[in-house]
């Protein structure tokens, strides 16, 4: 990273971590100012955060989507903007503190890897892959938010709690949609890696690990569907059912790079 | 228990569920035990060979090829006989959801004032001027189909035939899987390195997978107009033409990683290029003695062998020295390609040639010419059916889960005395949602739009 930009980057980071700060403390100390107004820190964060993507992009000539690092930078970006835009929409400022720290794990882990600008290598030229990687950020920032809200959903909803009037059934409701549009994009996601990967390796499916777990999750998120439409759950059962999943997103994400630098061997010259 | 509470048991939710489940934890077992296709053939020879255990779950089970087990089809075959059961269960009652079925006055005014009574229901005063058209457009501009059904109440159906989309999501499955058995049965691979110009030849061909109804007959080509190209010293494109050969004449179809060319169902993925050199060996009076094109091997791999002259002689073509760039094709004839000339052991040549350019070998072994330098492109021939059937549940199964959960569908009735207006209604998802749509709907009532019928 250079100079400026890795300024920019670490300060995009804190912004995010101070967020979540000041939004436990606010919903510990019950100060539901410091909450509120945690909502501008992460207006501020994601401010930053999209002329770091803008700025990649501009310096290598391409959507960010190589490696860990670039996929981080804007994967965490549309976690961050889903979970801005449900919070502000749905009126749930407390949502970044469930959400938020997925994206601080990506961005972190995405800035121990190596961060240098790659070439768009043979193998990744491909409209199919912008299809498969877009639907693919947007089907993880709204599993994040349906944990995020799960999150909110836990603590709100706890013996003794007084979540107010209509919280939890708007919560249990954003739950649900966020895992209803999650569970479209990511079907989307998979169908066009699966047409992607015809055409770069002649197979639409290999059942390699990567293409194994992406579908463990969205069947994983197809139950959760089938226990709330078909058997009613809501509430906390759907809320802990949400938390967990997240973890199986988590890992395809990482798959999904991995799959990224297996490609690059693809094509061997010389 | 009768074949009919049999058949209640096998299409609930509760067996629905726990088939997903188990396909899940498949899902999870093929990730987490080691596969034959992810480690290879001689990596999971090895694991297994000596482990009885490892060999009896890995191989007599085949849980090593989870994806092709019998204990995998077996649960694969219960999730769809599953499926296909309640599709046929939930068919019926799907259609005739979807279907605006009238409702009479006595019902819709029962449920405007239940809702009253709970709370369910909105109410207004009633807006002055309000007459049946505002309230047909009022409910049309909002996506509902509207049936008066009394004097002063309506009903109103949105996205009615919303539940069809059960019935697509779901029979996506089996347009998918049909897709699947299809490539499975019918596919065939092999692969085969080519220099440009040269015709593939059956014996070219290195069979990877056979179909299950043996080997087919592939349409032979030719590769040409191999075009590499590099940033800062990485591949970031390599495109070809293929000429396939038909009973007519050839087709030029152009092929790039991540586009293969196609003729019918047999498409040429490029996959790898290297460097072919044209070798030209000469006697002492200038006649040929042997001419060969030499795919030359990787650049971090060993001097790539070439005998010439019935094995007399051998041509050790050393990889470009490291850090070199690979030569795009405007650098072809500047490339200098280093080589040793072996007779036995006794080097007798051992230098740099440019194409065009040549070299005497020592002992009056005749000489030996560059005479130019191509490139070769290892390919990979796939021949399949089946694809578009994949793809069209794809599609199928995308629209099916839009038509479900997005456009899901909601029902209003609508009435007013003199006093008020009341509005009550029911979604099939996002209540908290539809409540604020209802509001909306509520308010627009009030709004004075000057159209046709309004007087």
Known sequence: MSGLFGV???????????????????????????VRAALVGVIVGLTLHTLLVVWRWVETGHIPTIGNFENGLVGAWFIVAMTLWAAWRERYPLLAAGALPFALVILGGGALSDTSAQPMVAAL?????????????????????????????????????DPGAGVLDGLDELMFRSTVFGFITDAIMIAAGSIWAKNLWGAYWSWDPVET????SWLVYGVALHLRITMGWRGRRLAWLLVFAILGVLVSFWGVNLVMEGSLHVFNVG | MTARALFRGFTSARVTVSLLCLVALLFVANVAVPQASVLGPGAFTELVTGHPVRYFFLVTLGLGSLSTSPLFVSI????????????????????????????????????????????????????????????VRALQGHGYRVRRVGERTFHGVKHRSAPLGFVLFHLSFFLISAGGLALYATRYVASASLIEGQELRGEDLHVLRLPLSGAPVVQSFTVDRVDPRFEDGQPVHLGAVVRFQGPGAAMERPARINGPARSGATAVFLQQAGLAPVLWLQDGRGFTVDRVAASMGDRRGEATPVP????????????????????????????????????????????????????????????????????????????ERGGALLVAGFLLGVVGLVWRLLWYRREVALGWDDAAVWLVGRSEYYSVHFRGELTTLLASLGETGQGKGEG
Request: aromatic share 12%; hydrophobic share 50%; net charge positive.
């Open chain 1, 213 to 216: 777990w992406s579908l463990l």
């Open chain 2, 308 to 383: 010439l002259d019935g094995g007399r002689l051998t041509v050790l073509l050393e990889p470009l020295p490291e850090g070199a760039p690979f030569p795009v094709r405007s650098e072809l004839g500047a490339t200098a390609l280093p080589l040793r000339v072996l007779a036995g052991d006794e080097v007798v040549f051992a230098g740099a040639l440019r194409p065009g350019e040549g070299a005497a070998l020592a002992g009056g072994r005749g000489r030996l010419v560059v005479e130019e330098l191509r490139y070769w492109v290892g390919v990979q021939v796939i021949r």
């Open chain 1, 8 to 34: 920019l980057f670490w300060a995009t980071l804190v912004i995010y971590a101070l967020v979540v700060a000041a939004q436990i403390y606010g919903r510990v100390f019950a100060k539901q100012r410091w």
């Open chain 2, 76 to 135: 694969l075959g219960l999730f769809f006989a599953n499926l296909a059961a309640v599709l046929a269960a939930r068919f019926g009652p799907t259609w005739r959801r979807s279907r605006m079925r009238p409702r009479s006055e006595e019902g819709l005014v029962a449920w405007i004032r239940a809702g009253a009574r709970t709370g369910e229901a909105l109410s207004a005063p009633r807006p002055p001027g309000l007459v049946p058209a505002r309230v």
């Open chain 1, 125 to 161: 030229r491909s409209f199919w892959l912008y299809i498969h990687i877009f639907f693919a950020w947007l089907a993880y920032g709204a599993y994040t938010v349906a944990c995020g809200a799960g999150i909110v959903y836990l603590v709100r909803s706890r013996k003794g709690a």
